[in-house]
């Protein structure tokens, strides 16, 4: 027996989920492989320090041999084989609702970037996972009014997204120390829900987040292995989406698929927390690595076109789906012009993925699952997916790293933008929403951690902007206190501000910006 305590504050039918059974699975999954995690956070740091040092970052030579053999991942299972069009969101029940009724082909169920890992969330979020599996999910609002599953509708697939492998989860102890966040998710999902979404023809799936090396996804196949076979379940049940969103990882896409291959279903390309990985490996490498208005940063940028180009080519070469970024947009019902700007936005970049390869895209609201759907469909006809589709691709190490080849300017109006979203959207994580309407887009914890990002490297790089004012210390402060006052009212604005100064102006580096803020919520 595992010793295992819970020691969050008393959530509502918390019970159905924190069984002493499932209690005891996450930690037994603890007690094997939280030291091999903290192993290979240890060897990021490594990693991140040989990169200051003047060590390439590079394709790797002990790997070659998997990029060159003659491999591929199994075919897609059950509720996988058609993705032209997956919804995230969080696992809040009426956003869950939403998403279960909105006709996508897959609901990402977030508890990581669009959920602020509140003790009453983390366990809501299992209740939503468990009910919604069963058929069962309601949800009646404070003003009285009813959320249901309907009863006609054609379900997504349910694919939860885990706690990355840096973050811990402090309500959960075994042995008096914290559990990993991953463990808890993954774990409790599993322990519940594997047989379940077995026998209603679907299967235990998820997507993986921010990986930076083959041997985390090593990591995450020994788990994996090791739940199905505690559970009973077909070797090989458990299947996951990676998503490639730190720029270690877009050097081993290959490896990471081989190391999960029996698991592996697909690839994901992002955007923010891409870019916020650039900054943070670069961030001594000079001006050559400073980037522009993080608006200026596209998918149509050099670097970013190599990098899903890549992604598409080595997905289809090892029979993997190959998933695209997210449509943040959300859809005006009021003002008739600024929805057909959201709408051409979204079908421009629905568009350019389509015809690069892709078998799907993300959206972040269910009113653009019709026009990504139609953009989809126009490319793929009646066909699931494009994993026919080969695509001669070679992308070199300097195209990945062409950092400065991105077009696009450094100015007044950019650092701005990055302080206001920064701060409003750590004002809403600290108050327990980790998805957020800021301008007619839908944010999550990569917009702020690309936001204060960019603010850390201008200031350290003495970017000049298009005013001619030089970035330091002074114009920041200046500026932090101008869009304070222009936010207004807003609960936890105060602390919001301070964590923003403090990830943001830093003298070193902060590697995630949800470390400290997970100190400041329950």
């Known amino acids: 027996m595992v010793d295992v305590q819970v020691v969050g504050p008393e959530v509502e039918r918390s019970g159905e989920v924190l069984t002493p059974e499932a209690l005891q699975f996450v930690g037994t999954l603890q007690h ?15 990693r991140r320090q040989a990169v200051a040092d003047g060590e390439p970052l590079d394709f790797l030579p002990e790997t070659a041999d998997v990029r060159s053999g003659d491999w591929s991942v199994p075919p897609p299972p059950p509720g996988l084989v058609r993705r032209r069009v997956e919804i995230t969101g969080p696992t809040e029940p009426k956003m869950a609702i939403n998403a279960l009724n909105c006709g996508a082909d897959v609901w990402l169920a ?22 919604a599996v069963r058929g069962s999910l309601e949800f009646t609002s404070p003003e009285g009014r009813h959320y249901a599953v309907r009863p006609d509708a054609v379900l997504p697939t349910i694919v939860p997204r885990p706690r990355g492998w840096h973050l811990d989860e402090r309500h959960v102890l075994v042995d008096g120390d914290p559990v990993v966040g991953a463990l808890v998710d993954a774990g409790l999902y599993l322990f519940h829900n594997a047989q379940a979404q077995l026998d209603r023809g679907s299967g235990p799936y998820f997507y993986l987040p921010k990986m930076e090396s083959h041997l985390e996804a090593r990591l995450w196949a020994d788990v994996f292995v090791h739940c199905e076979r505690e559970l009973g379940l077909p070797r ?62 596209t998918m149509t940028a050099p670097m970013m076109r190599a990098y899903t180009q890549a992604l598409v080519a080595t997905c289809h070469r090892r029979g993997a789906m190959a998933i695209g970024g997210m449509a943040a947009q959300i859809p005006s019902r009021r003002d008739a012009e600024a929805n057909a700007r959201a709408l ?3 079908r421009e970049d629905k568009t350019r993925e389509a015809g690069d390869g892709f078998d799907g895209s993300w959206v972040a609201h269910p009113d653009l699952v019709p026009v990504c759907r139609e953009v989809f469909e126009g490319v793929l006809g009646d066909a699931d997916n494009q994993l026919g589709t080969q695509r001669d691709v070679h992308v070199t190490r300097e195209q990945l790293l062409d950092v400065a080849g991105v077009p696009g300017d450094r100015t007044e109006a950019g650092l701005r933008a ?17 998805a957020v309407g800021i301008h007619g887009l839908m944010e999550d914890a990569a917009t702020a951690e690309i936001s204060r990002s960019q603010v850390w490297q201008w200031l350290r790089g003495g970017v000049v902007l298009d005013t001619g004012e030089t970035v330091t210390p002074e114009l920041v402060h200046r500026v932090i206190d101008e869009e304070v006052a222009g936010i207004g009212e807003l609960d936890r604005l105060d602390d919001a501000r301070r964590l923003f100064e403090q990830v943001a102006l830093a003298e070193d580096f902060p590697d995630f910006l949800t470390l400290p803020a997970y100190a400041l919520i329950d």
Request: charged share 25%; proline share 3%; hydrophobic share 45%.
């Open 32 to 46: 094997l492989f939280g030291a091999s995690r903290d192993e290979l956070l240890a060897a990021r740091a490594r």
């Open 110 to 131: 977030d508890l990581e970037d669009a959920n602020t890992p509140h003790w009453r969330n983390v366990v809501t979020g299992q209740l939503v996972l468990r009910d």
């Open 236 to 297: 090989g049940s458990i299947r996951c989406t990676m998503l490639i969103e730190t720029i270690p990882a877009a050097f081993e896409m290959e490896e990471l698929l081989y190391e999960l291959r029996e698991h592996a279903t697909g690839l994901n390309a992002g955007r923010w927390d891409y870019l916020f990985s650039v900054v943070k490996v670069f961030r001594d490498a000079g001006p050559a690595f400073v980037l522009p208005d993080r608006s200026a940063v």
């Open 344 to 346: 051409a936005k979204v």
């Open 418 to 434: 990055n302080v206001e979203v920064g701060i409003r959207y750590l004002a809403a994580w600290l108050a327990g929403n980790g």
